[in-house]
């Protein structure tokens, strides 16, 4: 275990994108089970300053700590782990307290135990797959780089090196409109392993998905009826054994909606 931490995290200087990593987990566990002892009156709200009838949500506390290591992790100098990982660490208790209400800064408004709030829990889900993806050693290529690289140094003739780079374009116009539709996984899928970029081709041909911006911007008016098309091949969708045991990870985690 040792070895594999040192070959993985220390040798690659991933210390503090690791560090960041623990302490969303850590935190955001740790916000959701204060939360969740409130809403159940295990005990009694403490500690919620309302100034002047103000209710500060902790996402605030979020947006301060974020800036505050932000800019930290700008003047520390560089090979500096140890000041570079605590910077990643603050920033990571910002970033929990803040995706903990994304769903509230999405829809301006608070639906923290509704339906609506599961985009804070799928927000966080998102946020720790892309950071594990990168601790890991994965990067969102889809061939540009190597389109391009090649292009430039004559490794391609010229026609191969504009047909590919042109290939790529498409790929991402396609990774782009997937996750548009609301399709996160598929389109992260995509933008990490390119073997399988053709699961963001399906996905942005097939139907979005009705809560997502694509919906809301075209599945109305004329467009209406695919708007009804996607909400009941969304119910249907909701009742994939393996969605139902994603929905149950997601009360596990964060509690039950109230609808």
């Known amino acids: 275990m040792r070895d594999w931490f040192h070959q993985t995290i220390v ?21 959701r089970l204060a939360v969740r002892l409130i809403r159940m009156h295990a005990r009694r709200r403490q500690g919620a300053q309302k100034p002047h009838g103000l209710h500060i949500h902790h996402m605030v506390y979020g947006v301060v700590l974020m800036v505050g290591a932000g800019v930290a992790g700008y003047t520390v100098p560089d090979r500096l782990v140890a000041a570079e990982s605590a910077a990643a660490a603050v920033f990571g208790i910002g970033t929990a307290l803040v995706l903990d209400e994304f769903a509230l800064i999405l829809h301006l408004q608070d639906v923290y135990w509704s339906q609506a709030g599961r985009a804070s829990i799928e927000a966080v889900f998102v946020a720790l797959a892309v950071t594990a993806m990168l601790l890991f050693g994965l990067r969102p290529d889809l061939g540009l780089e190597r389109a391009l690289r090649h292009g430039v140094t004559g490794g391609w003739s010229p026609v191969v090196a504009v047909a590919a780079s042109a290939l790529v374009l498409v790929s991402v116009v396609f990774v782009v409109v997937t996750l548009l539709k609301g399709k996160i996984w ?9 073997a399988v970029a053709v699961l963001a081709v399906v996905g942005a041909v097939r139907l979005a998905r009705p809560h997502s911006p694509w919906a809301r911007w075209r599945y109305h008016g ?4 695919k708007m009804v098309r996607a909400q009941r ?3 249907e969708y909701q009742r994939m054994p393996l969605v139902r045991l994603g929905i149950r990870l997601q009360n596990l985690v964060g509690g039950r909606p109230n609808e």
């Open 11 to 31: 040798e690659t200087g991933h210390v503090p994108l690791f560090c960041f990593f623990v302490v969303v987990v850590i935190s955001f566990g740790l916000v």
């Open 186 to 194: 598929t389109g992260l899928l995509g933008l990490f392993v390119p």
């Open 222 to 225: 004329a467009a209406q009826e």
């Open 233 to 235: 091949r969304e119910r």
